[in-house]
DNA sequence: ACCGTCATGTAATCGGTTACATGATTCT
DNA sequence: AGAATCATGTAACCGATTACATGACGGT
């Protein structure tokens, strides 16, 4: 079998467009946003413009076609390719070896909080720990809605299954923070206490003094 | 007080460097890649090229001044200004409400493993397992590395506090890893058997006919 | 002296982000 | 009819990634 041009490989967003278009059929960049923000939008930001301008770039690579509307809305219909589904299959042959990429300005914060005010930790944790617990009750909120779809069907859990799966991932990862975060917060007060000691001795000695 | 301008307010690499020089006190960007490929660099890619091209950018921004070495390997050498440790200040005092992105290629295969071939679930679940493990593993030896040199010195766990947080966020994000994937796999066995005994059951029904 | 790796930098490209802008629908 | 939101798109900027390229240093 003569081996495929690399077509330069493609981005992680192209393949996102490829799979929603594989798996959803002929869609529109509403469409593709929609989706995303349903799954890998909680923890993946892909801009609504992104969805915009990937598409015409696939097709410029002829992995997707494009079908113009006419009237009400012209919107911009994207269908894969015969060569498109290729080129998503032999990526999803070969399982990526990249390590995963967690950026997190919260994280980056307490890493450089001693440089700030006495507090700066304290807060940045007080904060981070909000936010991670709203995000992971909206996805125990989710589960809960996504299981009462699921199981009635009973057995077989063929369906919807990756949705599951990056609503687990979010779950996992949003628990790792939530204790991640508490035991900042801990060692904070710990740290407060133990500075709050010394500086009652320190006082008493200079009484005594 | 008047309010400073929000010199259209800096992106997270810039914090990265300002802290770096903060914290480390005058260095080389060469200096500046040592620090972060220790900590932060182990789930945050920044590339070595940011960290040459960044500084130069906050010297416009009068957050840093450089110094030219003359000799040997003309390095150049930054520093903070006042400026910029008022920057880096104020930005602290700011606690991030930005969500955690958390970019992963393996995640983004998994999700469109159903429109691969039938083993495409498991085999990308198995190369991420294996990812994961080898760095729960690594963070773990440096984890029991960085008590040695910590418990030593008794109480205070004032000094280099940051270093191991960053570890500890590693830590537990890897083992959150280490548990989606096990998990995936765990379910494609299940998936497995049931379609390996529906095909028995289908074959004996085929034989019997 | 040579080789390998460490160290240092620059340039070009390209993808992602922000900002802008406007057209449809729906609701009141 | 008007407001609000949904839907749709474009363009410019800028940061990040890649690739290239070379100089110093340490060991043999």
Redesign the pocket.
Known sequence: MVWMMSTTDL???SYLVLGLLAREGPS????LK?HVAATLGHFW??????L???P??LVALCLLTETAEVH?????IFSVTTAGLEALRAWLGRPSQEPTELRDAGLLQLFFADLGSSQAARSIATEQLAQHLVRLSAYEAEERREDDVTLPRGGGQTVAHWRGRTLRMGLLYERAAVEFWSGVLADEDLAEEATDRARAQDDGARIRA
């Open positions: 981005s992680l967003t529109t960049p509403y469409d929609r930001s892909f801009p609504h413009a992104l915009y301008t990937e015409p770039r009400g809305r012209r919107r911009r």
